[in-house]
């Protein structure tokens, strides 16, 4: 992580990554995602983070609000990157059922080494769709940090859209899990 | 003691068939060094020596350890035994990740991952690899190491040996492959098979691990299995490592396997071990290894279970009926495992064989009233009723 | 191709070093509100993480145990006169109290890469929520320290320093020749003062130089002095 950080200075310097504000109100993500949020949020634009787009709270290493918006068939849920190209990569498959796309974020959060425990699974209308809701634990392997996460989703016309929200269980999962909650209750899928 | 006779009766056989073999006498005679000192600090040894026991601080405050004294002591029990006088300075630290790994630094932190717990099947398999790492700490093959990785500027590939994580290049780290180079590994395979037969472990079981583990990674398509896996160097190239440590274990037979006991002490952790060998997602590399743990009489209805679960997941041609035919037999099992039923469940819910779905959730939330996903079930019964 | 990737990283920061100043010092190091410690309030100061590596000619760091040993040494003589002048009293952590703080460790390590990433990096990183204010709290997190500890306040301190070899050094001005800038040493690390009441990041400083030494005790002395120049006084 340290040395991540040096690397994300650096592009920092050559000014390839910035943060946008994500201001009080509506907003749409991708083509057909929107959401209503109180208060503010920081959007995090690094290169080659797609397919998710990333919020944050608190910075980088410490919470991560994941929105994917119409991932289609067969798309990849996680950038490709050097450094990961040997692990396995989990791809989407519109044909998959509600608790398929719950085990293939398990293997999204496992693939850098991180344990993963599923605490919660349980059905949730999202965006207006038959979806699911689930809450879980996650044990960050490069810096040893404990994670508690929810993450709401569903499958509409063969896209999947879906959100997930981790930080540290102690302190900051509890302050923003409830704004977290109340965005997934705002999202409407067009 | 049992072993102790087995111990004799071994090394007795050995030094016949040794001498038939007609190997250097030395190949067999191996004598540890003495215990090591902290080396002194200014020197590079010292350098290494100073961050791994930094590491290893980090280390027992991860969260990704396996706390578990009794596991714990009975694999340090293990690495004792091959240690011998070197025992007090091995000090056995399990680490929750699913892949296959096992390291021991200079300065005597060993890590043993749970994936390397999982595929093993017996106590001397263990000792094997255990065994082979100790060779590698008895040899003091990464100091070594470190003069060499430094003039080709790769110290972080280097730290890779010892499984260290955190402190360099992370994921890069954890993806990649290292290696001792070709002499070392074949000399830790000689002494590690001289440890096992000194300690009263069947060599045979050696070759074994290093077999299975190139059934798993050929499994995977395209690449050579040296990519994969840390502790699966090319150096000697597998055939040519199998073949010397069958030789090995020909010169030297007897011993015992330790099935049972290994059995005894792992299996508690089988279900955890399993779930995570799952979530990595290898889909073609888990069907060998769940095979061939069914095959080997290993916990057959829980293996059984996950195995369906490997293939509902990946779900391709006839997957779906591979998984139910796994998950009907895990169900019928003495002793069931609870989501063997979900999974029968869902497959017929997929088919639309509501009679079937129902009677399967039910049971499965009979068997398991808390699961996590209970309330998500419910739902599917409630839509397959109405 | 990771590493070498690292590496340029690593050498575009040294080069950008003078551009941004060694040192951040002004009220971006404190907390909106926050202006003074009590006059003899306890401070616990967490094991200072210090490590010291060597850069070979190829670029390798390499740790060096001495160099590090001698280094936490001088960091801990100058912390204490530090805390004399600030009228602080202190209490050092034992090793089996870090161990069953770990996870308070850890989360606060968190916190504290990304207030210098979010709050004290130049650039458009900065997060607009906190609206350029020095405002990250670890809440309630921090009470098994307050309790362990009886303190007031929490100081942790990281660093990580290296040094070129002198092969090092001769590829380095080689390359300067050439009009290639690479990577010599780089005295990297922050301090953070916690509000154990609170668990509010009250102050933070980062350090990000070319220059520095930590393996005498004089240079290190200054060092850690620069890490700690506006620390907030006793009131």
Redesign the interface.
């Known amino acids: 992580m340290k040395k991540l950080l040096f690397i994300v200075l650096a592009l920092v310097l050559a000014g390839c990554a910035s943060v946008k504000k994500v201001e009080s109100g509506n907003h749409v993500v991708g083509e057909r995602l929107s959401l209503n949020i109180q208060g503010m949020w920081n959007h995090l634009d690094f290169p080659g983070i797609k397919p998710a787009e990333v919020w944050t709270m608190e910075g980088v290493t410490v919470d991560e609000f994941l929105i994917y918006s119409g991932i289609r068939d067969g798309q990849a849920m996680h950038p490709e990157t050097a450094a990961s190209g040997q692990a396995k990569s989990f791809v989407f498959r519109s044909a998959m059922q509600s608790e398929e796309i719950v085990s293939m974020f398990e293997g999204v959060l496992t693939r850098d080494g991180s344990s993963f425990k599923l605490l919660k699974l349980e059905p949730y209308a999202f965006g207006g769709k038959k979806g699911y809701r689930f809450e879980y634990e996650r044990n960050r392997k490069v810096d040893n940090v404990q994670l508690r996460g929810v993450g709401f989703g569903a499958v509409d016309r063969g896209e999947l859209f879906a959100m997930l929200y981790h930080a540290p269980r102690l302190t900051f999962f509890p302050r923003h899990k409830d704004r977290v909650e109340a965005i997934a209750k705002s999202v409407v899928i067009q | 003691m049992n072993r102790r006779r087995l111990l004799f009766a071994g090394a007795a056989g050995c030094l016949g068939a040794f001498a038939c073999r007609g190997w250097g006498q030395e190949s067999l005679n191996y004598a540890a060094p003495q215990r090591f000192a902290k080396p002194d ?2 020197s ?1 040894e ?6 791994m026991d ?1 590491e290893e601080k ?1 280390l ?5 350890v396996l706390r578990d004294a009794k596991l714990k002591a009975y694999v340090q029990d293990v690495a004792c035994r091959l240690g011998g006088a070197h025992c007090p300075d091995i000090r056995v630290h399990l680490v ?2 699913p892949l296959f790994n096992a390291s021991m630094a200079p300065n005597g932190m060993m890590q043993v991952w749970t994936g390397l717990l999982l595929r093993m099947e017996n106590e001397a398999q263990l000792a094997a690899v255990l065994g082979h790492e100790i060779g590698h700490y008895l040899q003091r093959h990464s100091v070594d190491r470190l003069r060499d ?9 280097f730290l890779g040996l010892f499984g260290v ?2 402190a ?5 780290v ?3 492959a290292f290696a001792y180079g070709r002499d070392h590994e074949r000399e830790a395979d000689r002494i590690g098979a001289v440890l096992m037969h000194q300690a009263g472990y069947d060599i045979a079981e050696s070759a074994r691990v290093w077999s299975n583990l190139l059934d798993e990674t050929k499994a995977r398509d395209g690449k050579g299995p040296e ?2 896996n840390p502790l699966f160097a090319t150096h000697p190239a597998p055939p040519e490592r199998r073949e010397t440590l069958s030789q090995y274990a020909e010169a030297m037979p007897g011993g015992d396997p330790g099935r049972e006991t290994y059995a005894e002490n792992t299996e508690r952790f089988l279900d955890d071990w399993l779930q ?1 060998e799952v ?4 889909y073609a590399e888990s069907l060998v290894l769940l095979s061939r743990l069914i095959a080997a009489g290993k916990a057959p209805a829980l293996v059984q279970f996950h195995r369906g679960e490997v293939y ?2 990946r ?1 391709e041609g006839g997957d779906l009926d591979l998984a139910l035919t796994d998950y009907r037999s895990a169900a019928s099992a003495a002793n069931p495992p609870a989501p063997a039923f979900r999974g029968i469940g ?1 497959i017929a819910r ?1 088919r639309g064989q509501k009679a079937e779905a129902l009677e399967s959730f039910s049971r499965y939330l009979e068997l398991a009233p808390e699961a ?2 209970s ?2 079930i419910k ?1 599917y019964m409630s839509e397959l009723n109405s | 191709m990771f590493a070498r990737f690292r590496r340029l990283a690593c050498a575009a920061l040294v080069l950008s070093i003078g551009v941004v100043g060694p040192l951040w010092a002004d009220s971006k190091n404190l907390a909106p509100g926050f202006s003074g410690l009590k006059k003899g309030a306890l401070v616990t100061v967490m094991q200072p993480d210090v490590e010291l590596f060597s850069i070979s000619a190829g670029g390798v760091p390499e740790p060096k145990a001495d160099w590090t040993d001698s280094a936490i040494k001088h960091v801990q003589e100058a912390l204490n006169q530090k805390s004399a002048e600030l009228g602080l009293k202190t209490r050092e952590l034992s090793e089996d109290e870090a161990d069953e703080l770990a996870e308070i460790n850890t989360l606060h390590a968190a916190v504290a890469r990304s207030i210098a990433l979010h709050h004290l990096t130049a650039g458009n990183l900065s997060l607009p929520t906190k609206d350029g204010k020095l405002d990250w709290s670890l809440g309630d997190a921090v009470q098994p320290l307050r309790q362990k500890s009886g303190a007031d306040y929490a100081l942790f301190i990281w660093m990580r320093d290296s040094y070129a070899s002198a092969e090092r050094k001769v590829a380095m001005v080689a390359f300067a020749l050439l009009g290639v800038g690479i990577a010599g040493g780089v005295q990297t690390g922050y301090a953070s003062l916690v509000d154990l009441r609170t668990g509010q990041v009250l102050w933070f400083n980062k350090l990000l130089r070319g220059t520095g030494d930590l393996r005498e005790a004089e240079p290190a002395r200054e060092t850690v002095m620069a890490l700690l120049k506006d620390f907030p006084e006793a009131e």
Do not use: C, E, Y
């Open positions: 600090i200014a590079d010292g350098g290494l020596w100073a961050m930094r980090n027992r405050r991860s969260p990704l929750r990740t990785m430094k003039a080709k500027s790769a110290f972080g590939q994580v955190g360099v290049g992370q994921l890069a954890l993806a990649s990519l994969f995570d979530k990595r997602g290898q509902r997941l779900g869902l997929q996590p996903d309330a998500f739902t």
